[in-house]
């Protein structure tokens, strides 16, 4: 009873931390029972914990003993499986050396113990309260939609690419991809086997097909006068949800930046392990799968439209994007398992 008085006395403070490649994202709260008074962000300019962040912190924290640290699992031995029952995590993964959680008895993510030690290190100045996963951040983020709309979800990250395939609020597929460890050898491999498995499925060579030649035979499709103007095709709406659902995902402050040639070379890798994580997902017998014609993409780094173009005409898939506040995100989490 006295504990419960002497907490409502101070505000709460709940500190995120992001640290990208290049820079620190901190994002703090302070909070008066459920009640945001105040709220600060400060980009760093520096991949570690250095001095300036602790003393920021440390600005805002002072003032309560009531304060919180939550941080993303950047680890690369990471993931989701769709099972909670011990008895059937095996069939997915030993899990021998992961920690793990179960979400909703439905789910559960996992991250080696060794990682998440040294996590916990690079954080020592401050201390960890809450390490979150990037797939519970897609479902707490697109919680709306999951619910009742099956699809692929990604959440793009500074070096990572997290994707799930959630039906019904259920977790069917998961992966965590690192751009970083993410070889051109692997992905030309992937581009191989998606040519070699279309060349068996319809058993063509494309090797010993005369594009050239193709294209001039083209010419007698002038012949169909009775074919409309595709261009007219544009006024059909993809889905019956589709007007609804581009209005909700492109309010937004600011717009998908113009393409640079970094930003297209990441987009377009991104793009590449979509693709591969894609495949793994209807070529694995562990996973039911479903045709995916549906992608929501939580944008946490300012994605060129690129990506969306590559999804759409290469994947043909009906692509959506919400730009996405990661330590905001993270905060919105910490604030869920403090009751706030």
Known sequence: MLSKLFESLYNKV???????RKSCSVYIEICSKSTVVDSQTKTFETATINQEIIEFVSSYTKESPYSYYSVLDTSVDQGAIPACKKSELSYYKNLDSYE????????????LKNDLYEMKQQYKDFGVDFIFSPISIIYNFFEDKVKSHF??????QDNFVSLSVFENSA?????HLDMKTSSDEELSASVIEVNSDLEESIGIDLDDVDVIEEMEDMEDLDDFGDIEDLDSLEEIDEFSESQDIEEEFFEIDEPIVESDDDSVNEDYQRFTLIQKSLGDY????????NFIETIYIADGVGV??????YLEEEM????YIRRLDIPMEICSLAKGELGL
Do not use: G, R
């Open 304 to 309: 060129s439209s690129d990506l969306k173009k």
């Open 282 to 289: 209807y070529n694995d017998k562990h996973y039911s799968s």
């Open 100 to 111: 793990y959680k179960c979400f909703d008895e439905k789910w559960v993510c996992y991250t």
């Open 316 to 319: 043909f898939l009906n692509v």
């Open 151 to 156: 699809a692929l979800y990604v959440l793009v």
């Open 171 to 175: 977790l069917m597929f998961a992966q």
């Open 14 to 20: 709940i500190v995120s931390i992001v640290l990208n």
